[in-house]
């Protein structure tokens, strides 16, 4: 390889390098900029990430499937759950395997096999990064009151934006 | 098997002190080196210290730069810090291609640009909340670094994007199995390859063999989990099995890296092969192993099997490794395949005491290797693993007392019986 070429192969990984960034960056924007709002009930605890730092991991209800429907799922699969809309918040509906025609649905994937207690369900958006005193505040003061504001595009996939009070 | 090459740094002092005093000239002492692809003038040890304490400082430097983009800087804005770190990471980057390009240095500014590139992930994760479960990041991140450490051949660069493939192999292989790692095992063969590096293939070696694992962990559990059973036994006895002879038929190489590369395949082996025979010495083990075993339909059995039967292959092909060795490495496939087959906890007993009289035999080996090759790793390896055996056997009685007496008594027949044959031999040789 001559350094010509070198210099295009360095330019080129630093390129792909940057598609990367830019790839992982649009994936977690778009929900926000074509998403439509809304509301869901959860609960905030507080563990660390090794590499991204602190953040509350928030629970949803739909989180889990029941031991009963989860028999159907396996981990990996991906799932849907429709929303729907009850005054100011918005609640799920049971978890199924097809995507929705209409309406506004969450994508998710199961990533546990199921246990008595079911199935976990993850949509990307468990987890609010915060400093270390306020996801700490956070799980004191919303424990039971908290309302996540999120963002659904067409396709399911979301994105959080906030997490208030009730 | 060249154990002393292992220790270069050593030999090449020693050497220098040799032609000092005069006891050898500068052209033997450079003629003993190059055996070992070194040389007296070689200047690499004070380069080392350097390059450690600069490697080391590097990583913290990195690892400062995580932990500042995990502090949450709530109060700069979103698109500040993102920009930033991307700017960051183009700027590293650029600096060491450009160092690279011109002179060959630069990896420094390309070890810290690759943690920054994996840093700005990691941030773009955090601004957006991006799920809990994130080991797509990390593979993104892996998959970055690969084709930079390709193009600069560098050990660091490649041993940062090794130990980014296992972080990822540990968090997806609990939930799809993990077939991506094989390129981040291929272009590290390439990079040992390129820059010639024994210790680079052997952690390759090493994140294969864990590779291995949780795969057959997925053909236990799949599609729900990968599950840990006694079936990872026979594999990882088939794979040690195949690193040992491959480790001997690269001995005879002319190239000094894979010489090396082979001493240290050959020795890690029989550490595992003595560390995986331990536990079998034990009844109690053995019945669960037995107990566990799924027949010959066991996925462990055929991936063992896979890398048994070329390693009983080598085995059959190359004489220069003991005939012990040989023989265990031949007879293994039909030893796995009777083991699954019958596998009945009856057979626990007669196992255990095989096994025993295996470590034994083992032991006698290594101590007559030791001293007949003058590799004292071997001596003391045999002597430690007597000792251990013999304490094992003394807390945990095979067949209760009256079977732990007559194990010890057959035991210390083959020992006196080995004593006695090598002393023997030392005479003949010694009248010779």
């Known amino acids: ?166 | 098997m060249q154990l002393l090459g292992l220790l270069r740094r050593e030999l090449r002092s020693e050497c220098r002190q040799w032609v000092d005093d005069g006891d050898i000239s500068a052209e033997q002492g450079e003629r003993i080196l190059a055996r070992y692809g070194t040389s007296l003038e070689d200047v690499s040890d004070g380069s080392l210290a350097y390059k450690v304490l600069v490697g080391v400082a590097l990583l913290f430097a990195g690892m400062a730069m995580m932990l500042l983009v995990s502090a949450n800087w709530e109060e700069i804005p979103r698109a500040v810090r993102m920009l930033g770190l991307v700017a960051t990471t183009l700027v590293l980057n650029g600096i060491g291609v450009r160092h690279f390009l011109r002179d060959g240095s630069g990896i420094g500014w390309l070890f810290v640009g690759s943690i920054s590139y994996g840093a700005s992930i990691m941030l773009i994760a955090q601004i957006y909340h991006l799920g809990e479960h994130f080991p797509d990041g990390l593979l993104v991140w892996a998959l970055g670094v690969a084709p930079m450490a390709l193009l600069t051949r560098s050990r660091v660069i490649t041993l940062l994007m090794l130990a980014l493939a296992l972080f990822w192999l540990m968090a997806e292989g609990q939930f799809s199995p993990p077939w991506a790692m094989v390129l981040f095992l291929g272009c590290s063969v390439a990079v040992a390859r390129m820059a010639c590096s024994a210790g680079l293939m052997i952690v390759t070696v090493a994140a294969a063999v864990t590779w291995l694992n949780v795969l057959l962990g997925w053909a236990y559990g799949y599609p729900w989990r990968p599950d840990i059973e006694a079936g990872h036994l026979t594999l990882n006895m088939g794979l040690l099995a195949l690193i040992f002879m491959a480790g001997h038929r690269l001995s005879v190489t002319t190239s000094v890296y894979l010489r090396r590369t082979a001493t240290l395949l050959s020795l890690w082996a029989l550490r595992g092969y003595l560390l995986l025979l331990l536990p079998f010495t034990f009844t109690e083990f053995c019945e669960g192993y037995l107990k566990e075993l799924e027949s010959v339909m066991d996925p462990g059995l055929w991936m063992g099997l896979l890398a048994a039967i070329p390693a009983a292959w080598l085995a059959l092909r190359n004489r220069s490794a003991h005939p012990l060795s040989r023989g265990l490495v031949m007879g293994l496939p039909v030893v796995m395949v009777l083991l699954h087959g019958g596998s009945n906890e009856a057979m626990a007993v007669p196992v255990t005491v095989l096994v025993n009289l295996l470590v034994l035999g083992s032991a006698i080996v290594l101590v007559q290797q030791g001293l007949l090759k003058g590799l004292s790793q071997y001596f003391y390896s045999g002597v430690a693993l007597l000792l251990v055996l013999g304490m094992m056997r003394y807390v945990d009685l095979v067949g209760d007392y009256v079977g732990g007496s007559v194990l010890f008594l057959l035991a210390a027949g083959i020992l006196f019986l080995a004593a006695h044959y090598w002393r023997d031999r030392q005479g003949g040789a010694g009248h010779e």
């Open chain 1, 1 to 166: 390889m001559n350094n010509r070429q070198r210099k295009f192969a360095f330019a080129a990984v630093i390129l792909f390098q940057l598609v990367v960034m830019a790839g992982v960056w649009v994936n977690g924007f778009y929900p926000l900029w074509l998403g439509e709002e809304v509301r869901l009930k959860t609960r905030p605890v507080d563990p660390r990430d090794l590499f991204r730092g602190n953040y509350a991991r928030l629970h949803y209800d739909f989180n889990t499937i029941e031991p009963g429907e989860s028999a159907d799922f396996r981990p990996g699969d991906v799932v849907y759950v429709p929303l729907v809309r009850n005054g100011d918040l918005w609640d799920p509906q049971p978890t199924q395997a097809s995507r929705p025609e209409s309406g506004v649905f969450l994508r998710g994937r199961v990533t546990s096999r199921p246990w008595r207690s079911g199935s976990r369900v993850t949509f990307g958006i468990e987890a609010l990064f915060a400093p270390k005193e306020k996801a700490l505040a956070l799980e004191k003061q919303l424990r039971h009151t908290a309302v996540a504001v999120v963002r659904v595009a067409p396709n399911g996939r979301a994105a959080l934006v906030s997490v208030n009070s009730e």
